[in-house]
């Protein structure tokens, strides 16, 4: 099969697209025939050596967790799934497993490659309704679960003031729609050029972060502030300033992590929480599969690439302001 692959630690600009041996499935384990996999940090992150004090890597390695494909081999013992199944969902390389669900983690070969081996038994795998298309799973694998979590945690109630925090990235634009969905006036950080998608998505309002200061504006408009902060940025020193927008009681979610407690924040009277729900308590893939299909959770994509153009994604994610996700198409 046709795969990314890293031989050693260098940039993703280095990696090569090459023939590897197909993955084959042990017990309770899926052989996917890949049809589309979409970016994300973690794909440009590890092979790049930055998290070698945490984890490392076996080479060759190949990146992709996020996927979308056809079943075309079930391993022994295996439950509720067969060949010909379409599913999609997320699976971390083997090697991030202290991250994984302690107790159905979803763990897998890598994606960015024609076939992949995943654990059935997670709550990060389902299947693909057929209302929903294989490049738009894999946009909404990471992004669609990490925006239900957030959506759960937050439980606004109707009129409330939520800020999206880098609202025109890949969990952003998933994150803008089911909070606007739940009846939130949601503010979105974004650019210019960005302004009229996030509208759309449901955003009330949004904030150029390139022209004006975020928190200043924000509290312009908004001097009681803001019931909710969603911090996509990984950048733990906007925070004390995001949390400065927030009334008092009010809840900062971060998806970069860790947050800091709130009383190094400067605001003790606030509520700080960091969502990453690989147990999937609030519904996993399955979920997302629910609200793609009734047309509740759409899939922002600003741009495809076919595999032999896959080392090209990975620089593009590295280097470039991105709208959405960056994806994959195998077929």
Avoid: C
Wanted: glycine share 10%; hydrophobic share 50%.
């Amino acid at each position: 099969m046709k795969a990314v692959v890293a031989t050693a630690y260098r940039p993703v600009d280095q990696l090569t697209v090459r023939e590897m041996p197909i993955p084959r499935p042990g017990p309770g384990q899926l052989q996917v025939r890949v049809k589309a996999a979409s970016i994300n940090p973690a794909d440009v992150l590890l092979p790049r050596g930055d998290f070698r004090a945490m984890v490392e890597l076996d080479f060759p390695h190949i990146p992709g967790n996020d996927f979308a494909g056809q079943i075309t081999e079930v391993g022994l013992g295996t439950n509720g799934y067969a060949v010909g199944d379409e599913v999609f969902g997320v699976a971390l390389p083997r090697v991030m497993r202290s991250m994984a669900s302690p107790t159905r983690p979803s763990l897998g070969t890598g994606s960015l490659a024609e076939y992949v081996v995943v654990e059935a038994d997670t709550p990060l795998v389902a299947h693909r309704p057929a209302g929903l298309t294989a490049v738009d799973a894999a946009a909404l694998a990471t992004t669609g679960f990490t925006a239900v979590a957030v959506a759960a945690v937050a439980d606004l109630r109707p009129g409330q003031t939520a800020l999206v925090v880098g609202a025109s990235g890949g969990a952003g634009t998933a994150v803008v729609p089911l909070l606007a969905a739940a009846g939130a006036h949601v503010v979105a950080t974004t650019t210019s050029a960005e302004a009229e998608l996030l509208l759309k998505l449901g955003a009330a309002e949004t904030v150029d972060y390139r022209a004006v200061d975020t928190v200043e504006e924000v509290l312009r408009r908004h001097p009681a502030g803001v019931d909710l902060v969603v911090n996509a940025v990984p950048s733990l020193e906007s925070l004390a300033g995001l949390a400065s927008t927030l009334i008092p009681g009010g809840l900062l979610i971060s998806i970069t992590g860790p947050v800091p407690d709130p009383a190094a924040l400067g605001r003790a009277d606030v509520r700080t929480r960091f969502v990453l729900d690989m147990e999937g308590v609030h519904g996993g893939m399955a979920k997302v599969a629910e609200l793609a299909a009734a047309g509740r959770l759409p899939a922002t994509i600003s741009r495809r690439y076919p595999l032999d153009q896959a080392v090209q994604a990975l620089a593009d994610f590295a280097g470039t302001h991105k709208t959405g996700k960056l994806v994959v198409v195998m077929d």
